[in-house]
């Protein structure tokens, strides 16, 4: 799974709050996620993250190559 900093993550399973959408708050070999419903943020392993999402929103804030 490819996924950086801003985009939106869409899951399998619903988070209590009823949304399925996080944005990635920070990456590594534990991605930080921001729920885009309550905006509770949780910490998890990349590993199982990749295993539970379903859709990847790639940011408009991406940044652009310096030319
Ligand atoms: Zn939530």
């Given at each position: 799974?490819?996924?950086q900093i801003?985009?939106?993550l869409t899951l399998k399973k619903k988070h209590v709050c009823g949304s399925f959408d996080?944005?990635?708050?920070?990456?590594?070999?534990?991605i930080k996620?921001?729920?885009s419903g309550c905006g509770r943020e949780i910490m998890i392993l990349k590993k199982d993250l990749d295993r539970r999402i379903v859709n990847?929103?790639?940011?408009?804030k991406e940044e652009k190559p310096i030319e």
């Open positions: 799974m490819n996924y801003h985009d939106i996080w944005a990635v708050l920070r990456t590594g070999a534990e996620l921001k729920c990847i929103t790639k940011s408009e």
